[in-house]
């Protein structure tokens, strides 16, 4: 893997996605844990599902529902990473996480997170941002715990048969709740 340069926040800009920008969110979304281009950066989920992570249908509900919004992280005015934001009464929705894979390991995730936090407290007044990652992925499970985020042993299944999230390869896959007081 190539060594990812270092953050340098100045030029990290965040604005909310618009429906133009869902064709480059979906690659994004897919670069980062599908296939061989995700196997750069160290999120793959390419050993735990095939198939595809998101669809434009997906990425554009999120963009267009009153309660969501995509986020969108730019350098030099490339898109370079983004996530999902959902207004669920006192807490928020993180999820569609992406980070170009190349760019993976030098801060920028840190920096998505901080202002994804940031933004939801401020904008919506939570107290709590919840996510679910697939059990399985300890290390990232564990990116997250570092970042105060804490592991509450709440399971829902994987959606097994639903090829818009993947084809498992694995049957033990399951997602769980992960919760941090903001």
Sequence with gaps: MDTAPSLDQAQLTFRDATEDDVPALVRLVES?????SSRA???TEAHLLEGQRTDADGVRAVVTAPESRM???ERDGETVACCQLEHRGDAAYFGMFAVRP???GGGLGKAVIAEAERAVRQGWGVSEM???VISA???LIAWYERRGYRRTGKMSPFPY????FGVPQRDDLAFELLIKEL
């Design 137 to 139: 992925r300890e290390e």
């Design 32 to 36: 980062a844990y599908r296939g061989e």
């Design 130 to 132: 919840h996510m679910t």
């Design 102 to 104: 190349r760019m993976q």
């Design 161 to 164: 048969g639903d090829e818009r």
């Design 41 to 43: 950066g160290w999120t």
């Design 71 to 73: 986020m969108v992280a």
